[in-house]
């Protein structure tokens, strides 16, 4: 029997203007960008990830898990009696053509570039607003007096919060 490996090359296309607010936050600690290296490079766990890079390692992960910019999968080691998750880059490469009006370009850019204490502020408003079962995303916006693409931008960037189809809701911890 012959065991056969397809590398998947997937391409993210960026189509959507709060899109790049996680490729653009992926990168903005020298942590997420050398743990963002190691997974793209080869299969790892949430151990050796946090063992090489401390906390700050273990927040990325769960940052590019949310984004969905990793897969992940259960790997046995001589190390450890349990399968422990490993993650990898789910994407080969990225796409990025579009148009956007100024207006949308600039609340995305400014929610990325935003320092991390204020976007925690934002952040905090977002889930006392939201409560525990989540609320409707045109009424958060409208509510907090920011544009829909400031939200979903803000989202996009949040691992505490998450877009279910309309509605913006607490994640529920995975990592």
Known sequence: MKLIVVDMNRMKVINEPSDLVPM?????????????KEVTLEW?????????YGK??????????????????????????QPEKAYHTYYSSFHISVTWPVYEISDVLSIAMMPEAEFRKIEKRILEEIGEEGKFAGDVAES??????????????SVKLDLRGHRVEKLKEEL
């Open 56 to 81: 700050e390692g273990r927040e990325a992960l769960k940052f590019l898990e949310k984004m969905k910019l990793v897969e992940t999968r259960w790997q046995s080691s001589s190390k450890s009696p």
């Open 44 to 52: 790892r766990t949430a151990k050796e990830i946090e063992d090489k």
């Open 144 to 157: 907090l007096g920011m544009t829909s693409t400031m939200l979903k931008s803000i989202v996009k960037r």
């Open 24 to 36: 653009l936050r992926a990168v903005d600690t020298e942590a997420k960008r050398q743990v963002l």
